[in-house]
DNA sequence: GTCTATAAGAAGATAGAC
DNA sequence: GTCTATCTTCTTATAGAC
């Protein structure tokens, strides 16, 4: 990695941790093994620096295309997969993404500088929503919806259904940031909230059989 | 107010829109009318100014004794109101403690400074925690494990009923706090939310009727 | 591109008059 | 208790040698 992206990377850690203005150029140059002046070479300023980390975690946001995608591919692939899941299955992808969120580090790097820094700038809280709210939601909804239409989910508001799966998990999401400590006890959490959804919206097995036969 | 008491009160208002570092004493002094150097009469320093916030937050929720309480009165008194409640008047509730968390002008302050704060100090990480995550689960928990013995609520696991219940609520509250005019959308959200809890976790209106004739 | 030296300007805090 | 003047320290950023 050259040493302007380097500065981006241990940037990006030490704003996470301590927020853009209690972290100096100085800081930012020791981690990188320089000296602050030279960094002045690689970008004009440190807003610079902070606006480059931005536009880095857009593009990167872009190209995942959807928070809470399973598997990176299109949207139909997921559902198809979704179709015939069983609820081991089901639990399992919840996991993993709620796993992949929590410990991928840029992922939760972003995360948390987005969580410090979301009040200085409105554009930093729409980012932090889009990811993190609405982003999800409506993945998910579009991927459940298809669900209800493929009768392995029952209800009548595909809305309000997604939200109660997703928002336990945000919620577990934010405590795990706060204080990793407890992520062994969040996963359980997440596995019994997941069977408990499972049961709610009434995903006959029957049904899933009737939709693998048909593939 | 006394000008003690005013500095408290400007200096949270400037540290949850700003966060701690990008208010400077000069800004709290300005606002309560008064030059910098006269602060330090009423308090040490600037940290001691913040330390003074976090006390009385500490104090303020204390007497609060569970964020999700209904009335402020005991958890009997809020227990016997859930058993005989019918849908609408659990959708009001919701609907009041939601608006009042995200209204009260001290709670939004302090969950706002909080939110900016958490990772500099693990002790407001616990603090956040506690105010938004384990004292309402464990409220609600509480009065939702008298509605299911009372028979007015079903589950098995009255743990995840209650995170079912609070987690929607929760990050309801985290989008108003990040862009206000989603409120009214939220409030929506929130009643339907409410509705289909209630008849995913099945209260049914006769037992109801049966537990009011008893009393 | 990296360094040392240093300028320029904040921002916190104190001294001492009123 | 509040003020003006001032000190001190910290931090960003630049100048200019290598």
Redesign the interface.
Known sequence: MDTKHRILDEALTLF????Y??VYVADIAARVGIKAPSLYKHYRNKQAIFDAIIEEMNKRFLEQAGALQINGADAKADADIYKTISEEQLITLGNNLFLYFLHDDYTRRFR?ML??E???DKKL??A??KQY?DDPLSYQGMLFGLMVAAGVLQ?D?V???T??F???I??LL??CD??PSREKDAVK?LD??IK??NK?YGRSEEQIKKNRKKK
Chains 1, 2 share one sequence.
């Not at 996470?16 to 927020?19: P, V």
């Open positions: 996470s941790e301590k927020g203005a209690n948390k969580t410090i979301q009040f200085h809280a729409d932090y929503m709210a209800t508001n809305e309000i259904m939200l109660h997703y928002a336990p945000y919620m934010t405590i706060r204080d959490t019994a909230h408990q959804f709610l």
